[in-house]
Nanobody, 114 residues
Framework: VQLQASGGGSVQAGGSLRLSCKMS????????VGWYRQAPGDQRELVAT???????IYADSVKGRFTVSRDNVRRTVALQMNSLKPEDTAVYYC?????????WGQGTQVTVSS
């Protein structure tokens, strides 16, 4: 199972970024995929997940600003991040699991300046 995350970068507060996670080696269409983030000195936290059926769940801190979506043909999950805040600064990771074993992408840095 491989997860390849991309799309991070640096923006000013109020800006937008779109992250993408491309997956291989797994039955993508039935896999729940999550986006997590970890800021320096903090624990990794859940940002959003999307089930194989396309049902999303969001952390309270990003509701109304972030949108998670999936493309089962391209085997990708995207995280559209709007109205970014400095507190969104972190390394973002995509995640899935198979048979209880977790798999992580390599992480992509998002930096939001005030």
């Amino acid at each position: 199972v491989q997860l390849q995350a991309s799309g991070g970068g640096s923006v000013q507060a109020g800006g937008s970024l779109r992250l993408s996670c491309k997956m291989s080696g797994i039955n993508f269409s039935i896999s729940t995929v999550g986006w997590y983030r970890q800021a320096p000195g903090d624990q990794r936290e859940l940002v959003a997940t999307i089930t194989g059926a396309g049902s999303p769940i969001y952390a309270d801190s990003v509701k109304g600003r972030f949108t998670v979506s999936r493309d089962n043909v391209r085997r990708t999950v995207a995280l559209q991040m709007n109205s970014l805040k400095p507190e969104d600064t972190a390394v973002y990771y995509c995640h899935t699991a198979r048979a209880g074993r977790p798999f992580w992408g390599q992480g992509t840095q998002v930096t939001v300046s005030s």
